[in-house]
């Protein structure tokens, strides 16, 4: 669990906006500390030293994360990371076959 930043609004889209130092991958799921899952990460935007993060929330209130600090939830794996560990499998060597003589 890496920390994303502090909520500094609600949008009138619909989005939580934070600023942060790091930049998330879109789609990230997004959580607050004691673990419950907030939302997911939706737009990066601003100065690339410290850009702005907009989070898509799937609590019933929102409002009541603004002030708090968000993390991005890294316990689960990410879909690319399968995929790429099946192409490294598909890549290994296979066994030539005998010849019959």
């Keep these: 669990m890496k920390k994303l930043g502090k909520v500094s609004h609600y949008a009138k889209q619909g989005f939580l906006i934070l600023r942060t130092t790091r930049v998330p991958n879109l789609n990230d799921r997004v959580v607050d500390k004691n673990l419950t899952f907030v939302g997911t990460v939706k ?24 002030g708090a600090p968000l993390y991005v939830d890294e316990r689960r794996g990410s879909k690319g990371n399968n995929r790429d560990k099946r192409r490294r499998d ?12």
Excluded at 91 to 97: E, N, Y
């Design 43 to 66: 737009d990066v935007f601003g100065p690339v030293n410290a850009p702005y993060v907009a989070v898509k929330p799937r609590v019933k209130n929102p409002l009541d994360y603004i």
């Design 90 to 101: 598909s890549r290994k060597k296979r066994p030539t076959p005998r010849r019959r003589g």
